[in-house]
């Protein structure tokens, strides 16, 4: 039997909420320590992807760098509200460079 994997998107209400239009779960949260819990209770379930806005992800360093090596689910930064931070930017050319050895971007 094949198991069906989920995505979600976790964030402020304004900015999650349209991702429920292209079928994603959105689970509004109010803080940090809100989806701290959220991505923990989905990191569980079969969710492979959670998109993560950078506002909230500034104060959870200890949640990207716990699942930043796993195979799931993988955390993807996206601006909020309030637009970019340059949080998801920064860690995608990181994660560039630690495979290819070089910054391409």
């Given at each position: 039997m094949a198991v069906t994997y989920r995505i979600a998107a976790v964030g402020d209400w304004e900015s999650v909420m349209g991702f429920r239009a292209l079928g994603l779960d959105t689970y509004p949260v109010a803080d940090a320590a809100e989806?701290?819990?959220?991505?923990?209770?989905l990191a569980k379930e079969?969710?492979?992807?959670?998109?993560?806005?950078?506002?909230l992800a500034r104060d959870m360093d200890?949640?990207?760098?716990?699942?930043?090596?796993?195979?799931?689910?993988?955390i993807i930064l996206?601006?909020?509200?309030?637009?970019?931070l340059g949080?998801?930017?920064n860690n995608i050319q990181r994660a560039i460079e630690r495979a290819v050895g070089a910054d391409i971007l």
């Open positions: 989806a701290r819990e959220k991505i923990r209770e079969n969710c492979a992807v959670i998109y993560l806005t950078e506002q200890d949640v990207l760098a716990r699942y930043k090596d796993e195979l799931r689910p993988a996206i601006p909020g509200r309030g637009g970019s949080i998801g930017k």
